[in-house]
């Protein structure tokens, strides 16, 4: 009913299901099914917590991982913690 069109759009705003139901006066159950029953319309949540790497560097680390600098994807991460700004210099030759 109106209940799975108001629980939809306040899930669509990245509420947990908990909050959702609190929100509208329901079961947390039935906020669930509706997320379940209309999941591909509903964007996913990343998860976890945020990259501590940001999309240039993990590009500059695939490049010299590919490139054969880095032996190991242990390495790459050992070389972008010592020198960080050496590495954004050499992301641009």
Do not use: W
């Amino acid at each position: 009913g109106s209940s799975n069109v108001s629980s939809f759009k306040v899930i669509r705003e990245g509420q947990s299901t908990h909050q959702v139901a609190k929100r509208l006066d329901i079961c947390h159950n039935s906020v669930r099914r509706t997320l379940m029953r209309n999941k591909e319309n509903v964007p996913k949540k990343p998860g976890g917590r945020p990259r501590k790497l940001d999309e240039n560097m993990i590009n500059h680390l695939k490049l010299n991982l590919k490139r054969g600098v880095f032996k190991s994807a242990v390495e790459a991460n050992k070389g972008s913690k010592q020198d960080t700004n050496n590495a954004y210099f050499h992301l641009n030759c």
